[in-house]
């Protein structure tokens, strides 16, 4: 009895054996009418198979970026071999269309909506952001953030998703739109479905994020490390206080405290004169507390009183006495005092 081959394994494949194999599974068992618009997903598709896994098993070959994996294997497939001397513009092509793909996901917030689930990407230097991905083909906007949130957090937001609740955004020419979804339990463990994606998952508070809370200082601290967050706090701050009584109440409550406040200090201005230091200072602090995403490092415009029109120039005197043209007196001393040569 002839002996059985076994399984075949990337552990002790070379380089070339590697990518006859990706060029099998992803480029020529492609169909053709589908390979001619999306051979670039395919390389795409290929690379993370290599990363992922050829190279879990098999640590001593290369790791390669896409562009440079692109470069290989167009070289080495025969039917991406043609297109070889025109791989690096195909590639640019690619990048650039990948950016305007329309991304969906979702915002995770806890029951007292205080804290919302965040993902940082597999590198050190990733930044954190919302659970959310590109949407494929004849894919709906919910099965695309549903899909992504399972895949990204191991969390299916079936149940609590609403068609109807949430916000979107454009960022460098890429449409944004991410579900919101309440009433995660803070307890729920999620395990990534990704592999050297997604490298942390945690709860974040909604008051420590730059741009939520009304402070100035965190406008510009963690900028990079979340600045795919920032784009949806400030209209995710307004759709909270709508759906929340409880915080739309305070917030009403404070609102009220600052117009009795305000009016209280222009009696006391209008009693004392006007003091135009302090006046500067309290419009400063309510614009940026009704503009709080406004970006510290950008001019902002102070609101400035309307200047009076300028009157006439007049001299400085006593209303009691009567007024004296300084002309006519010195002329009149001419006329009495004789001019001595």
């Known amino acids: 009895m002839p002996a059985l081959h076994s399984a075949f394994s990337f552990a002790n494949s070379t380089l070339d054996q590697v990518l006859d194999d990706l060029s099998v599974r992803f480029i020529i068992n492609c169909p053709p009418e589908e390979l001619a618009s999306r051979v670039c997903f395919q390389v795409e598709e290929a690379h993370w198979f290599y ?32 297109w070889s001397a025109t791989h690096e513009q195909a590639y640019e092509n690619f990048q650039t269309y990948k950016t305007r793909i329309p991304v969906r996901g979702a915002i995770l917030l806890n029951h007292d909506m205080t804290k919302c689930l965040l993902v940082k990407g597999w590198k050190a230097s990733s930044s954190w952001g919302f659970p959310k991905g590109k949407i494929n083909k004849a894919e709906t906007d919910q099965a695309c953030a549903i899909r992504e949130v399972i895949e990204e957090t191991g969390y299916d937001v079936t149940p609590l998703l609403n068609a109807n609740e949430f916000i979107t955004a454009t960022v460098r020419e890429q449409n944004l739109k991410l579900f919101v979804v309440r009433d995660v339990p803070l307890d729920t463990i999620f395990i990534t479905q990704t592999r050297k994606e997604i490298s942390k998952i945690a709860w974040v508070d909604l008051n420590s994020l730059p741009t939520y809370a009304k402070s100035s200082k965190r406008k510009v601290q963690g900028a990079n490390k979340y600045y795919l967050v920032v784009p949806f706090m400030l209209p995710l701050r307004e759709w909270i206080n709508k759906h929340n009584p409880q915080q739309q109440q305070q917030q009403q409550q404070q609102q009220s405290k600052d117009l009795k406040k305000k009016s209280k200090k222009s009696s006391n201005i209008n009693k004392n004169g006007d003091n135009k230091k302090q006046d500067l200072a309290e419009l400063e602090k309510q614009f940026l507390a009704q503009f709080p995403n406004i970006n510290m490092k950008y001019q902002v415009h102070e609101p400035v009183p309307q200047a009076q029109p300028q009157q006439p120039h007049q001299p400085q005197h006593d209303s009691q006495q009567e007024y004296v043209d300084p002309a006519k007196t010195i002329l009149a001393l001419l006329k009495k005092t004789p001019i001595k040569y």
């Open 51 to 82: 990363e992922d896994f050829v190279r879990t098993e098999n640590a001593s070959l290369p790791s390669m970026k896409l562009r440079d994996f692109t470069a290989t294997i167009f070289q080495h497939c025969p039917l991406l071999r043609k």
